[in-house]
């Protein structure tokens, strides 16, 4: 990513240009990116391709000033930090649903460490409700933040298993990885029946007084923990939506699957 591209991503979250990768730029970063950038599925239900390539990321979150999911964003995310000098190992991981670990490459988050800490941190802008902030790698009790409790605990085979609230999240495997490993796991989340993006339509970002989802054709407003519904009736209204609350200018309406 050139210093262009640096500028324009910054600009696209409102940020400044740190001086040095620090924990505290580091922990700005990552909270104006989920405030600014939604996790959302809206490509799969367009029938848009989802290629995991630096140039193609950028030109759909910066460029477009779309979203993504946990590939796109944190990958693109990724870019953006080794580029400001962060030390940056894309990491998978396999979601916790039912207690069983879901496919391989399930997830991509990321292993950050900075100039100015001894930690390694765990940077996840993609996996929709989450940590506001990167959680500390080295830490095994709780660490209470914004988006709750998290915990991370030793799991076999060196893994480590991420909590929130006491309720299991993912399985982190240590292992670098390279972008270029998820494509199957992507193509798998963009086409398989048994997946949950194909089977619904999610776009969400997190505010300053809670969260914004719009699923399918359900606006979900969350206001300090007050929840507020509203069902759109018409596309001209679900276009709406995508353009006031996310930024996203759309030609037509994305369709949800068919319950």
Same mark, same amino acid.
């Given at each position: 990513?050139?210093?262009?591209?640096?500028?324009?991503?910054?600009?696209?979250?409102?940020?400044?240009?740190?001086?040095?990768?620090?924990?505290?730029?580091?922990?700005?970063?990552?909270?104006?990116?989920?405030?600014?950038?939604?996790?959302?599925?809206?490509?799969?239900?367009?029938?848009?391709?989802?290629?995991?390539?630096?140039?193609?990321?950028?030109?759909?979150?910066?460029?477009?000033?779309?979203?993504?999911?946990?590939?796109?964003? +944190?990958?693109?995310?990724?870019?953006?930090?080794?580029?400001?000098?962060?030390?940056?190992?894309? !990491?998978?991981?396999?979601?916790? *649903?039912?207690?069983?670990? %879901?496919?391989?490459?399930?997830?991509?988050? !990321?292993?950050?460490?900075?100039?100015?800490?001894?930690?390694?941190?765990?940077?996840?802008?993609?996996?929709?409700?989450?940590?506001?902030?990167?959680?500390?790698?080295?830490?095994?009790?709780?660490?209470?933040?914004? %988006? *709750?409790?998290?915990?991370?605990?030793?799991?076999?085979?060196?893994?480590?298993?991420?909590?929130? +609230? *006491?309720?299991?999240?993912?399985?982190? +495997?240590?292992?670098?990885?390279?972008?270029?490993?998820?494509?199957?796991?992507?193509?798998?989340?963009?086409?398989?029946?048994?997946?949950?993006?194909?089977?619904?339509?999610?776009?969400?970002? !997190?505010?300053?007084?809670?969260?914004?989802?719009?699923?399918?054709?359900?606006?979900?407003?969350?206001?300090?923990?007050?929840?507020?519904?509203?069902?759109?009736?018409?596309?001209?209204?679900?276009?709406?939506?995508?353009?006031?609350?996310?930024?996203?200018?759309?030609?037509?309406?994305?369709?949800?699957?068919?319950?």
């Amino acid at each position: 990513m050139d210093t262009t591209q640096v500028d324009s991503y910054l600009g696209r979250i409102g940020a400044a240009r740190p001086e040095r990768p620090t924990l505290e730029a580091l922990r700005e970063l990552h909270l104006r990116h989920l405030h600014s950038v939604p996790f959302e599925n809206v490509s799969i239900h367009l029938g848009e391709d989802i290629v995991l390539e630096e140039k193609a990321l950028f030109d759909k979150i910066v460029a477009s000033r779309r979203g993504g999911f946990c590939y796109e964003a +944190n990958g693109v995310f990724a870019s953006l930090l080794t580029a400001l000098g962060f030390d940056v190992q894309l !990491l998978e991981a396999r979601v916790l *649903g039912a207690g069983q670990p %879901g496919i391989p490459y399930d997830h991509l988050a !990321l292993r950050v460490t900075t100039a100015d800490s001894t930690a390694s941190w765990l940077v996840d802008v993609g996996f929709g409700d989450h940590s506001h902030y990167p959680l500390d790698l080295t830490v095994r009790g709780d660490q209470a933040e914004p %988006g *709750g409790v998290f915990r991370i605990a030793e799991a076999p085979y060196g893994d480590l298993d991420v909590f929130r +609230n *006491g309720d299991p999240a993912f399985r982190l +495997n240590l292992r670098p990885r390279v972008l270029a490993d998820f494509r199957a796991g992507c193509w798998w989340h963009s086409t398989s029946p048994q997946s949950k993006f194909t089977r619904s339509l999610v776009c969400s970002r !997190l505010t300053s007084e809670g969260r914004i989802t719009l699923t399918g054709r359900k606006l979900v407003t969350t206001v300090s923990g007050s929840r507020h519904e509203r069902e759109l009736t018409t596309e001209a209204e679900v276009l709406a939506a995508y353009r006031e609350h996310f930024d996203i200018a759309l030609d037509r309406t994305p369709e949800p699957p068919l319950s």
